[in-house]
């Protein structure tokens, strides 16, 4: 099974380092789109701790509370390095359902999941559309902070 095994936002850079002009790139165009949603290391959670243990680069975080009563901190936006594509994932919903799905067909996606979708090179995505989808994501979250924690909360 593929892992990445970086303890830092430097290290999940240079994990791999024929994608990580992809990361780089990626990274660039959210910056511009969606400025206020900050980037950071979200290492995952522990083992036998709730939530995902992936670690992934973390763009803006939010809280929700689970079953437990323990919170749990999560990306707005997060990217993770897969075995063979990097999967973006979308915490963020519109009209009560996940936003990525109405982006469909438009970003250039190698394949696409309910708040997710993947690619294998930034140059096969097409900016202008993922640019939409980034915008229009930090603009939902910064008029409305709880949606993710709904949306999350809604999955269980």
Not at 36 to 61: C, N, Q
Not at 67 to 95: F, N
């Amino acid at each position: 099974m593929f892992q990445v095994t970086a303890a830092t936002l430097a290290e999940y850079l240079d994990f791999d380092r024929a994608r990580r002009s992809d990361l780089v790139s990626l990274h660039a165009l959210l910056r511009k789109t969606a400025p206020d949603l900050r980037r950071h290391f979200h290492k995952g959670t522990l083992a036998g701790e709730p939530g995902m243990r992936m670690k992934m680069i973390g763009y803006g975080k939010f809280h929700y509370a689970v079953k437990s009563r323990k919170t749990i901190e999560w990306p707005i936006i997060g990217v993770a390095l897969q075995k063979s594509y990097i999967s973006v994932y979308v915490a963020v919903t519109k009209a009560r359902a996940p936003i990525v799905p109405n982006y469909a067909g438009q970003l250039g996606e190698l394949r696409m999941g309910r708040n997710n979708f993947s690619f294998e090179r930034f140059a096969d995505l097409k900016t202008t559309s993922l640019s939409s989808l980034f915008a229009e994501v930090a603009d939902i979250f910064k008029s409305d902070p709880d949606n993710p924690v709904r949306y999350m909360q809604g999955r269980s």
